[in-house]
């Protein structure tokens, strides 16, 4: 599990440290730098994981620096959860090109680090043999997702097994479509919790559609190559519902609300749920009652799973109903554009506060400002 963070010279954040939770909320006005802490932790796993070139080019990664500066650090420290007392920490270090790049590990009493273009170019799991691969297993398996309801009712076709949501919510008829062949011991409690958020839905099934796939086939004509449109079929998978009065809608007709609980709760349900959930906007398209409901589910599937993490942003206060007042990261903006960060809890009457005050209510009343009050 991810216990710190810390972010330097790193979009809006000079120097930001956050304490985590197995649950975090992050709160706060739009570009006080919440998403920037998804993405950060989402490049810090993802280096343990794979290549950093295989997500991400270092022309995105660049333009991520606070001020004029390129260099930018990230730092992980963690435990894991099978046994608190065993350690974890890892450092990436970009500066002005991929060759100054310095990415370090420390792990049960042995250090490490990888510089210079290999950082960008080689597995994190080359670095370290065997032990890579351990390391991974305790910090590795990250998932970030910012989704939308266009994404999530296409049609999808996965060559991967077992299918993904990709960030922007593509793939879910896959997913569906898998658990429902593969792992039919588990369509039922999706649906289950489907229900307990979106009471009208009465069943999720996936059908057979087919496309044309358009592509382009380069010809050598006489030395000279020319580019000719092709078409061709494939066989996709179509999520469908059954609700209340209707049956067999196709995905893209539902609300945006309905896709996005349906994709959640298929992603930490499935066999290869992440380790660590990265949730852009987690109350987007919900009703009120619905977004309580949601975090319910999430609370009862982290009981069933030790292992998992999840970090979410939000803007609404009945979400933040739901949590404890120190799963919930408040950020602003000070008067040089950079981030600052305090718990709810740090609240100097939130003690008093919340005997009376819901959590919602209690930050909605307050807001943020007090957190750039330093001798607060």
């Avoid at 991520?64 to 974890?88: C, H, I, K, M, P």
């Avoid at 998932?143 to 309801?149: G, V």
């Avoid at 996936?206 to 449109?229: A, C, F, M």
Wanted: net charge negative.
């Amino acid at each position: 599990m991810i216990d710190h963070v810390t972010l330097s010279n790193f979009k809006s954040h000079e120097t930001t440290t956050l304490d985590l939770s197995r649950l975090t909320v992050l709160v706060g006005p739009n570009g006080s730098g919440k998403t920037s802490v998804l993405q950060a932790l989402h490049l810090m796993l993802k280096a343990v994981d794979t290549e950093l070139n295989t997500f991400l080019s270092w022309n995105e990664v660049k333009e991520w620096a606070y001020g004029s500066e390129v260099e930018f650090a990230l730092d992980l420290r963690g435990t894991q959860l099978a046994n608190a007392s065993e350690e974890w920490h890892l450092v990436l270090n970009l500066m002005d090109s991929p060759s100054e790049a310095i990415l370090k590990w420390k792990w049960r009493n042995s250090t490490d680090s990888l510089t210079g273009s290999g950082v960008w170019e080689n597995a994190w799991s080359n670095l370290m043999g065997m032990r890579g691969s351990e390391f991974s297993e305790v910090v590795g398996g990250v998932q970030y997702l910012k989704m939308n309801a266009k994404r999530l009712g296409q049609p999808s076709l996965s060559k991967q097994v077992p299918p993904q949501i990709e960030e922007d919510g593509f793939g879910l008829a896959s997913v569906i479509g898998y658990m429902l062949t593969y792992e039919n011991e588990r369509i039922d409690q999706v649906l289950s919790s489907i229900q307990q958020v979106i009471a009208n839905v009465e069943k999720v099934r996936v059908r057979p559609k087919v496309l044309e796939v358009k592509e382009e086939r380069i010809l050598n004509i006489e030395g000279s190559y020319i580019s000719v449109p092709e078409g061709r079929t494939e066989r996709f998978d179509e999520l469908v519902f059954d609700v209340k009065g209707a049956q067999r809608l196709p995905a893209s007709v539902m609300s945006e609300g309905t896709l996005i609980a349906t994709a959640l709760i298929a992603v930490l349900e499935s066999s290869s749920c992440p380790k660590v959930l990265l949730l852009d906007d987690i109350e987007q398209g919900l009703h009120p009652k619905a977004q309580r409901e949601l975090v319910q589910q999430l609370n009862r599937i982290m009981e069933e799973r030790p292992e998992l993490q999840i970090v979410a942003t939000t803007h609404s206060p009945y979400i933040v109903d739901e949590l404890e007042p120190e799963e919930v990261v408040l950020l602003a903006l000070n008067a040089e554009g950079s981030s600052e960060v305090k718990r709810l809890s740090d609240h100097p009457r939130a003690g008093e506060a919340l005997e009376v005050l819901t959590t919602g209510e209690f930050w909605s009343a307050e807001g943020e400002e007090w957190v750039l009050n330093r001798g607060q």
